[in-house]
């Protein structure tokens, strides 16, 4: 009896697979797969859908039910910022990682500094540590894990965000750190342009004045129907101002 049952699901459910294979299929490893079949660590909708697709389950309502329980998993975890907690509540800096996870798209404009998600080691270390000579060494080096990984948070992954990053002239005029970290700085600007998702564009000096000589600042943009927010940054205080369309 339990024999027959079980060749009758395997039928309702698509042919059995093997782990190895199954890995192969996802593009992960088997032991990543391990780990997600025993519930040590999450996974994705595009994981997921993926699972679906190669189990041949077609029904709509089943697939959707499975994706937005994968999807309010996810909203339950914690943020991969908050292993940083100690050095981001002492900068005030957390508030804004946890707007920019959110955001579909970001438009930044910046007229000193070449943009967090856009910066190398090196540049993120030079800048951090002149320009918040307060921190201990151990605090600006974890400040530099932070933006590493929102750029591999943020740029890459599973929903990239659109990112339009307008740097001043003066961006790349300014040496931060040495004539080294800025070659590669350049360099590290060149490629991630290249990327679909990343637009990068200069404002030369021969333009003149121009609305963003005030400074620097980022509108996020969000899924329907949260409103856009424009997040402006100065030594003391950060701030948000959120569009009205009324």
Same mark, same amino acid.
């Given at each position: 009896m339990w024999r027959r049952a079980r060749r009758r699901?395997? /039928? =309702?459910?698509?042919?059995?697979?093997? +782990?190895? &294979?199954?890995?192969?299929?996802?593009?992960?490893?088997?032991?990543?797969?391990?780990?997600?079949?025993?519930?040590?660590?999450?996974?994705?909708p595009v994981l997921v859908r993926a699972l679906l697709d190669l189990y041949g389950v077609e029904d709509e309502v089943q697939r959707t039910d499975l994706l937005d329980l994968v999807r309010a998993d996810k909203g339950q975890q914690k943020p991969w910022w908050r292993k940083y907690s100690t050095v981001l509540t002492a900068t005030r800096y957390d508030g804004y990682l946890a707007l920019e996870a959110d955001a579909r798209s970001l438009a930044n404009y910046q007229p000193m500094l070449v943009p967090g998600l856009l910066?190398?080691?090196?540049? /993120? =270390?030079?800048?951090?540590?002149?320009? +918040?000579? &307060?921190?201990?060494?151990?605090?600006?080096e974890a400040l530099v894990k932070v933006r590493m990984e929102r750029q591999s948070s943020r740029l890459g992954g599973d929903h990239p965000v659109k990112l339009w990053a307008i740097l001043d002239e003066a961006v790349l005029r300014r040496t931060v750190?040495?004539?080294?970290?800025?070659?590669?700085?350049?360099?590290?600007?060149?490629?991630?342009?290249?990327?679909?998702?990343?637009?990068?564009?200069?404002?030369?000096?021969?333009?003149?004045?121009h609305p963003g000589l005030y400074g620097p600042f980022v509108i996020l943009t969000f899924p329907d129907p949260t409103p856009s927010l424009v997040w402006l940054e100065n030594p003391k205080n950060s701030v948000t101002r959120e569009s009205s369309t009324s």
């Open positions: 699901s395997a /039928a =309702r459910h698509g042919p059995a697979r093997r +782990r190895s &294979e199954v890995a192969e299929h996802l593009e992960i490893n088997q032991g990543s797969l391990s780990r997600i079949e025993n519930g040590e660590r999450g996974t994705s910066q190398t080691e090196d540049y /993120a =270390r030079a800048v951090i540590s002149q320009m +918040r000579m &307060e921190l201990t060494l151990p605090q600006v750190g040495s004539t080294e970290v800025m070659r590669d700085q350049v360099r590290k600007l060149t490629e991630t342009s290249e990327q679909p998702n990343v637009t990068v564009q200069l404002l030369p000096f021969s333009l003149g004045p």
